[in-house]
Protein backbone atom coordinates (compact mmCIF):
# COMPACT_ATOMS: atom_id res chain seq x y z
CA UNK A 1 0.00 0.00 0.00
CA UNK A 2 1.04 3.85 -0.90
CA UNK A 3 0.72 6.75 1.00
CA UNK A 4 -0.30 10.21 -0.06
CA UNK A 5 -0.67 13.84 1.14
CA UNK A 6 -3.25 15.56 0.29
CA UNK A 7 -4.51 19.79 1.25
CA UNK A 8 -8.24 19.78 1.82
CA UNK A 9 -10.17 22.86 1.53
CA UNK A 10 -11.43 24.07 5.15
CA UNK A 11 -15.44 23.13 4.29
CA UNK A 12 -14.39 19.18 3.11
CA UNK A 13 -11.90 19.10 6.14
CA UNK A 14 -14.58 20.21 8.30
CA UNK A 15 -17.41 17.41 6.77
CA UNK A 16 -14.56 14.45 7.64
CA UNK A 17 -14.15 16.22 11.08
CA UNK A 18 -17.71 16.03 11.53
CA UNK A 19 -18.68 12.67 10.20
CA UNK A 20 -15.77 10.79 12.43
CA UNK A 21 -17.28 12.92 15.45
CA UNK A 22 -20.22 11.48 14.90
CA UNK A 23 -18.89 8.06 14.44
CA UNK A 24 -20.38 7.84 10.91
CA UNK A 25 -16.99 6.85 9.46
CA UNK A 26 -13.65 5.18 11.36
CA UNK A 27 -11.60 8.15 9.87
CA UNK A 28 -10.66 10.94 7.66
CA UNK A 29 -7.94 8.56 6.00
CA UNK A 30 -10.79 5.61 5.66
CA UNK A 31 -14.00 8.03 3.99
CA UNK A 32 -11.42 9.15 1.43
CA UNK A 33 -10.03 5.76 0.01
CA UNK A 34 -13.99 4.89 0.01
CA UNK A 35 -14.83 7.95 -1.48
CA UNK A 36 -11.81 7.29 -4.04
CA UNK A 37 -13.58 3.78 -4.67
CA UNK A 38 -16.68 4.95 -5.84
CA UNK A 39 -15.07 7.62 -7.65
CA UNK A 40 -13.53 4.63 -9.65
CA UNK A 41 -16.29 2.15 -9.82
CA UNK A 42 -18.87 5.25 -11.55
CA UNK A 43 -16.59 6.31 -13.84
CA UNK A 44 -16.67 9.83 -12.33
CA UNK A 45 -13.13 10.89 -13.98
CA UNK A 46 -15.49 10.07 -17.38
CA UNK A 47 -18.36 12.88 -16.37
CA UNK A 48 -18.73 15.85 -18.48
CA UNK A 49 -20.48 19.00 -17.06
CA UNK A 50 -24.00 18.25 -16.50
CA UNK A 51 -23.92 15.09 -18.24
CA UNK A 52 -22.85 11.42 -15.61
CA UNK A 53 -21.97 8.72 -17.23
CA UNK A 54 -21.20 4.97 -15.48
CA UNK A 55 -19.42 2.69 -18.57
CA UNK A 56 -22.60 2.70 -20.84
CA UNK A 57 -25.23 3.98 -18.53
CA UNK A 58 -26.01 7.20 -18.08
CA UNK A 59 -26.85 8.46 -14.25
CA UNK A 60 -29.92 10.87 -14.54
CA UNK A 61 -30.67 13.12 -11.19
CA UNK A 62 -34.16 13.84 -11.30
CA UNK A 63 -36.75 14.69 -8.77
CA UNK A 64 -38.90 11.95 -7.53
CA UNK A 65 -41.75 13.64 -7.85
CA UNK A 66 -41.11 14.02 -11.52
CA UNK A 67 -40.36 10.33 -11.90
CA UNK A 68 -43.73 9.65 -10.47
CA UNK A 69 -45.25 11.80 -12.67
CA UNK A 70 -44.31 9.82 -15.17
CA UNK A 71 -45.52 6.23 -14.06
CA UNK A 72 -48.82 8.13 -13.03
CA UNK A 73 -49.54 8.14 -17.23
CA UNK A 74 -49.41 4.90 -17.14
CA UNK A 75 -51.59 2.59 -15.68
CA UNK A 76 -51.50 -0.58 -13.42
CA UNK A 77 -50.97 -3.05 -16.03
CA UNK A 78 -48.89 -0.66 -18.59
CA UNK A 79 -46.98 -0.16 -15.23
CA UNK A 80 -46.38 -3.79 -14.37
CA UNK A 81 -45.38 -4.66 -18.13
CA UNK A 82 -42.96 -1.68 -17.92
CA UNK A 83 -41.40 -3.72 -14.87
CA UNK A 84 -41.35 -6.63 -16.78
CA UNK A 85 -39.71 -5.76 -19.64
CA UNK A 86 -36.68 -3.48 -17.96
CA UNK A 87 -36.19 -7.09 -16.10
CA UNK A 88 -36.24 -8.99 -19.44
CA UNK A 89 -33.69 -6.27 -20.84
CA UNK A 90 -31.47 -6.13 -17.85
CA UNK A 91 -30.94 -10.21 -17.61
CA UNK A 92 -30.04 -10.21 -21.95
CA UNK A 93 -28.07 -7.08 -21.47
CA UNK A 94 -26.04 -7.73 -17.99
CA UNK A 95 -24.00 -10.63 -19.25
CA UNK A 96 -23.47 -11.36 -14.95
CA UNK A 97 -26.87 -12.77 -14.70
CA UNK A 98 -27.28 -14.86 -17.56
CA UNK A 99 -24.66 -17.29 -15.66
CA UNK A 100 -27.06 -16.98 -12.66
CA UNK A 101 -29.98 -19.29 -11.53
CA UNK A 102 -32.41 -16.60 -10.45
CA UNK A 103 -35.03 -18.91 -9.38
CA UNK A 104 -33.25 -19.86 -6.39
CA UNK A 105 -33.49 -17.34 -3.20
CA UNK A 106 -30.13 -17.57 -2.29
CA UNK A 107 -29.15 -15.68 -5.32
CA UNK A 108 -32.13 -12.51 -4.92
CA UNK A 109 -29.26 -10.57 -2.94
CA UNK A 110 -27.23 -9.95 -5.96
CA UNK A 111 -30.16 -8.41 -7.98
CA UNK A 112 -31.41 -6.58 -4.88
CA UNK A 113 -27.67 -5.18 -4.05
CA UNK A 114 -27.74 -4.08 -7.23
CA UNK A 115 -31.30 -1.84 -7.01
CA UNK A 116 -29.95 -0.80 -4.13
CA UNK A 117 -27.01 0.71 -5.51
CA UNK A 118 -28.62 2.01 -8.02
CA UNK A 119 -30.43 3.90 -5.65
CA UNK A 120 -34.02 2.02 -6.31
CA UNK A 121 -34.64 2.08 -2.71
CA UNK A 122 -33.64 0.12 0.65
CA UNK A 123 -33.97 -3.94 -0.05
CA UNK A 124 -33.86 -7.04 2.05
CA UNK A 125 -35.11 -10.49 2.05
CA UNK A 126 -35.92 -12.33 5.12
CA UNK A 127 -37.44 -15.80 4.88
CA UNK A 128 -39.84 -15.76 2.16
CA UNK A 129 -40.17 -12.11 2.46
CA UNK A 130 -38.57 -9.44 -0.10
CA UNK A 131 -38.77 -5.53 2.12
CA UNK A 132 -38.98 -2.42 0.35
CA UNK A 133 -37.56 1.13 1.87
CA UNK A 134 -38.31 4.21 -0.02
CA UNK A 135 -38.63 2.71 -2.93
CA UNK A 136 -38.15 5.68 -6.01
CA UNK A 137 -40.29 3.83 -8.34
CA UNK A 138 -44.34 2.40 -7.76
CA UNK A 139 -44.44 -1.22 -6.48
CA UNK A 140 -46.42 -2.13 -9.11
CA UNK A 141 -43.56 -1.86 -11.29
CA UNK A 142 -41.01 -3.13 -8.75
CA UNK A 143 -43.42 -6.26 -8.68
CA UNK A 144 -43.10 -6.37 -12.34
CA UNK A 145 -39.61 -6.49 -12.38
CA UNK A 146 -38.83 -8.84 -9.24
CA UNK A 147 -41.10 -11.12 -10.40
CA UNK A 148 -40.05 -11.96 -13.62
CA UNK A 149 -36.28 -11.56 -12.89
CA UNK A 150 -36.72 -14.34 -10.16
CA UNK A 151 -40.14 -16.12 -12.43
CA UNK A 152 -42.13 -16.57 -9.10
CA UNK A 153 -45.24 -14.65 -7.98
CA UNK A 154 -45.43 -12.18 -5.51
CA UNK A 155 -48.27 -10.70 -3.11
CA UNK A 156 -47.81 -7.32 -2.04
CA UNK A 157 -48.19 -6.56 1.65
CA UNK A 158 -49.09 -3.16 1.98
CA UNK A 159 -47.98 -1.41 5.59
CA UNK A 160 -48.77 1.52 7.66
CA UNK A 161 -45.43 2.61 7.61
CA UNK A 162 -45.01 5.29 4.52
CA UNK A 163 -42.45 3.90 2.28
CA UNK A 164 -42.32 0.52 3.27
CA UNK A 165 -44.04 -2.19 1.03
CA UNK A 166 -43.32 -5.79 1.71
CA UNK A 167 -43.23 -8.67 -1.05
CA UNK A 168 -43.89 -11.85 -0.57
CA UNK A 169 -43.12 -15.07 -1.97
CA UNK A 170 -46.13 -17.17 -3.67
CA UNK A 171 -45.75 -19.47 -6.12
CA UNK A 172 -42.95 -20.19 -8.95
CA UNK A 173 -44.32 -18.50 -12.23
CA UNK A 174 -44.71 -20.13 -15.14
CA UNK A 175 -45.85 -17.29 -17.22
CA UNK A 176 -44.13 -13.95 -16.88
CA UNK A 177 -46.93 -12.21 -19.15
CA UNK A 178 -50.15 -11.23 -17.71
Known amino acids: MKSLEINLDDDIYNFLEFLERTRFIKNKEEAVQKAMIFFKKLSIHDWLPDIYRIGN ?13 IFEL ?17 KVMKPEFRDINLTKQSNWLIVLKELENLGWGIFSKV ?3 IKVESSAVPSTYLK ?9 ELEEHRTKVEGLTVFITMEPKLDTWR
Open 57 to 69: NRVLIMDRGMLLD
Open 74 to 90: LTETETYRAGQLTAMKR
Open 127 to 129: GNE
Open 144 to 152: GYLETMFKV
